[in-house]
């Protein structure tokens, strides 16, 4: 069997396209154009990556883009300054700041003095806990982004089991929230569960996030399951080089499953696309506007 593989840049192309018709039309009809302000601190390579990223995906979408590049050495006080303007400025909707932070700055206590309804990331606990309790949040993109991808293969989730491994805050507890919502069966798996391998082998619905690279091997696949990549690592490749690889040895996840995501091409193009569909909720929310439908 080969699995069909999930083109997450394609469909995160269709989305970002979806999320460009709904912006104009909340400026024709509102006359909001939503805002994104991305902060990084530091010069992390990485991270300049995804800010540059972040914000080419907001101007596309006929969206505002405010980039914030603070110096490493910046001090905690300096950068909770920063989000108290952005918390009260009328044309910023949403405030990412870019993680990692500097080990001066305290993560969470940063993450937590961003406006709820400004999080677009998702990470604060009122945001959490509203998921938690099903009422209307901002979303972690990554979870977001990768039940899409699930649903275009299984456009109803209900009854399947799911099987995550990774209980980070960001991707896998969130995204565990996600499926429940979905009707899913879920098991959380992480470094501790006893048979892994089994555990693995019951999902219809296996979402690796690990950040172990290609652990998650053919024979850890039920025949036929759909399978989400979230990992992105960098390996040593040939002639000294480097090369991306995801959680599951792709090669042999495509004999075993019916469907899997690429790494490159997945998940990744699919956070970005949910930063600017997370953008355009929070700029209808705070006007009071229903989820916009795209
Ligand atoms: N760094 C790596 N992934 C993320 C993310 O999803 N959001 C933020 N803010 N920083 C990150």
């Known amino acids: 069997m080969t699995a069909t593989i999930i083109d ?20 024709k009809e509102h006359g909001i154009v939503p805002g994104l302000a991305v902060v990084l601190v530091g010069n992390d390579p990485a991270s300049e990556v995804y800010v540059k990223s972040k914000s080419k995906a907001v101007t596309e979408a006929g969206m505002k883009s405010f980039d914030h590049k603070l110096p490493a050495d910046t001090s905690q006080a300096d950068l909770l300054k920063l989000i108290e303007q952005l918390n009260a400025d009328k044309s910023v909707h949403g405030i990412l700041v870019q993680l990692p932070l500097p080990s001066q700055i305290d993560s969470t206590l940063v993450l937590n003095s961003i406006d709820p309804g400004k999080d677009v990331d998702g990470f604060h606990p009122v945001n959490a806990g509203r998921l938690a309790t099903g009422q209307r949040a901002l979303v972690p993109c990554t979870p977001v982004g ?7 293969i299984n456009p109803s989730l209900a009854g ?3 099987v995550v491994i990774g209980r ?6 969130p995204l565990a929230q996600l499926l429940l919502a979905e009707n899913c069966t879920v098991t959380i798996a992480h470094s501790k569960t006893k048979d892994l391998k089994e555990v693995c082998r019951r999902a219809d619905l296996l979402f690796a996030a690990v950040g172990r690279p290609e652990m998650v091997r053919g024979d850890w696949i039920k025949p036929g399951a759909t399978v989400i990549d979230v990992g992105i690592n960098r390996v040593p490749g040939e002639g000294g080089k480097t090369r991306l690889v995801g959680d599951v040895n792709y090669k042999e996840a495509l004999e075993v499953a019916g469907a899997v995501t690429p790494v490159p091409g997945g998940v990744g193009p699919m956070t970005i696309a949910c930063v600017i569909l997370n953008t355009l909720r929070a700029a209808c929310a705070s006007a009071g506007l229903p989820e916009p439908k795209v």
């Open 8 to 27: 997450g840049k394609a469909i995160a192309q269709e989305l970002r396209g979806n999320i460009a018709k709904a912006a104009a039309q909340l400026a």
């Open 146 to 152: 990768s039940v899409i991808l699930a649903k275009t």
């Open 160 to 162: 399947l089991d799911a």
């Open 168 to 173: 980070s805050n960001i991707v896998g507890k």
